[in-house]
């Protein structure tokens, strides 16, 4: 099988497919392989594991003239591939802070509401540095997630909620916002001395942040 040349090369691999031709067409032989499946117009894929899932052919992205494909990655392929930068923009939409180290924290947070589409007040996105300055606080300030969201966003409170020690359930972080990463919010926010109401606002998006 070419996936096992190319693993055995020090590559890592995945299959991409349609949610049917997986689960009627492909053997055992590749179920272990991480799987990036497409299936449109559902909130969830048919699959139980997977590390990506397309759910639209006919999405709209600025900059670009047609329709393009959506995904969601649920295993962190993008957010945890960030490399940390110094920030060196000086355009009017840079964070304002005096303080010039970077938090990979905060630069993943930034990269994901990016991702999300979240704007500053200004209508634009924010600069990827990792320093929490105005424009990014200006955003934490518009968060407000609660249960039954499914996005990218989720996957990035699951990560931290599992990170500070708690656990989302056997599914991880799945980018779902279920029962078990319900009461993970609600234990999050007590230990922090928060409201425990399992509502993802600023207040828990700036606990989540530290």
Not at 32 to 56: C, E, M, N, R, T
Not at 118 to 123: H, M, V, W
Not at 144 to 154: A, D, P, R, T, V
Request: charge should be positive; hydrophobic fraction near 35%.
């Amino acid at each position: 099988m070419f996936a096992n040349h190319l693993i055995s090369n020090g590559k890592e691999v995945c299959i991409y497919s349609g949610d049917y031709f997986y689960a009627k067409t492909l053997n055992n032989s590749v179920k272990d392989i991480p799987l990036w499946v497409a299936h449109y117009g559902v909130a969830k894929p048919d699959a139980l594991k997977y590390v990506g899932f397309q759910h639209s052919s006919s999405g709209h992205v600025d900059g670009i003239n047609g329709p393009v494909d959506l995904n969601e990655f649920s295993s962190g392929i993008l957010i945890d591939s960030i490399t940390p930068v110094t920030n060196t923009n000086t355009n009017t939409n840079t964070n304002t802070n005096t303080n010039t180290n970077t938090n990979t924290i905060v630069q993943t947070f930034q990269h994901v509401t990016n991702l999300m589409g979240l704007k500053d007040n200004n209508g634009g996105n924010l600069v990827e540095d990792g320093i929490l300055g105005s424009h990014t606080k200006e955003v934490i300030g518009k968060v407000l997630i609660k249960k039954g969201s499914h996005n990218q966003f989720i996957v990035w409170i699951q990560k931290r909620l599992i990170k500070l020690g708690f656990s989302c359930g056997k599914t991880g972080a799945d980018s779902y916002f279920g029962f078990n990463t319900l009461i993970a919010v609600k234990h999050f926010q007590a230990s922090r001395g928060l409201k425990s109401d399992g509502i993802v606002g600023p207040l828990t998006i700036g606990q989540l942040l530290k």
